[in-house]
């Protein structure tokens, strides 16, 4: 029972997690997020601009 | 922008063609920053996107445009005529209620529309509209064409005019402070770079016309040069006083429903003050027109 409990809640934990992966961070940014992290890759700073001073 | 900072952070830009994408990528997290125009960043931090002003874009770069050969002369002229802005929440909008004020006109004395920057040249030499009110380079693309006149330069009637600020999204700044001094130092490196040496202005119309602005490298040159104060890109830290004026007005003309205390969408950390500058001026790249004055 203890041991249904626990995988019950492993499980759980790893399908909310990805839905929180896939409807609030999205993968590309998770995957760049990583690449900074273990420094493949340098930070990105995207600015948005209008072509009008 | 340049892709890669001499520190190796990596800089890309977005274009958008209206503001309202614009703020929609900003609370998407899409983008991190972004130039907007300062009431609407005043009016984005109102309804709760967590964004600061941290710097501004330039100042002046915006006049009033209208038909080369029309009847208009004065600014009371515009009485009862359409003239376009490019979104009712830009500074554009509010000069033209003060200047109604200033001169005791109502304030609905003419019909204000709003309408996407690119398309008000056409919209004036079309006739859908009798005057417009935007930054560069569409006031200068109306005088090339031949279809407008400049009916007055903010520079002449409201000077140091504010039109576009950078905004950072807050997590940013909380995050990677950082990147958003890196990104900070440079607008103000580019812009002392621009302003001490005309030739400069026309080495950026040459690379920001092909590469960003997507505009011929002349128009980008005329707005540069003709005259040469038509806009500015240095004293660009966010004043308290500047904004206080624009929120008093702003909210005296309905454009936003409650004042916004400027700390609550103002970060003014990030502005170096003289001496303070890490950068050489020396280490920028130069182009053709900056090599034959040197």
């Keep these: ?53 | 922008m340049t892709e890669h900072s001499d520190t190796g952070s990596v800089f890309s830009s977005r274009k958008f063609t209206d503001f309202a994408t614009v703020s929609e990528a900003l609370a998407a997290k899409e983008i991190g920053a972004s130039f907007i125009l300062a009431p609407l960043a005043m009016n984005l931090v109102d309804k709760g996107l967590p964004v600061k002003v941290v710097y501004l874009g330039h100042r002046d770069g915006t006049a009033i445009v209208v038909r080369k050969n029309g009847d208009i002369h004065d600014f009371r002229d515009l009485a009862g005529k359409t003239v376009a802005i490019p979104m009712r929440y830009s500074n554009q909008n509010i000069l033209l209620h003060k200047m109604m004020k200033e001169r005791g006109m109502p304030y609905d004395s003419m019909n204000i529309i709003e309408l996407p920057p690119p398309e008000h040249p056409t919209a004036l030499a079309e006739g859908s509209i009798d005057a417009y009110i935007v930054g560069e380079p569409f006031c200068a693309k109306a005088e090339l064409d031949g279809s407008g006149r400049i009916l007055a330069f903010t520079k002449d009637i409201w000077p140091e005019f504010i039109s576009c600020v950078l905004v950072v999204r807050q997590d940013l700044i909380d995050e990677r402070r950082d990147l958003v001094q890196e990104l900070v130092d440079g607008i103000a490196r580019s812009g002392k770079w621009l302003d001490e040496d005309p030739a400069h202005r026309l080495d950026a119309a040459e690379v920001a016309g092909k590469n960003y602005y997507f505009q011929s490298p002349e128009l980008l040159a005329y707005v540069l040069s003709r005259p040469l104060d038509r806009v500015k890109y240095t004293h660009l830290a966010p004043l308290k006083d500047d904004f206080d004026e624009i929120m008093e007005l702003a909210v005296e003309i309905g454009v936003l429903p409650r004042r916004v205390e400027f700390g609550q969408y103002a970060d003014t950390s990030f502005v170096r003050t003289d001496g303070q500058e890490p950068w050489a001026l020396d280490r920028l790249p130069t182009g053709p027109a900056a090599e034959a004055v040197r």
């Design chain 1, 1 to 53: 029972m203890k041991f249904k409990v626990i995988v019950g809640s492993l499980v759980w934990l790893a399908l909310i997690t990805l839905a929180h992966i896939q409807l609030n961070v999205g993968w590309d940014r998770l995957a760049s997020s990583a690449r900074v992290m273990f420094g493949t890759e340098r930070p990105r700073l995207i600015v948005g601009f209008l072509p009008v001073t």
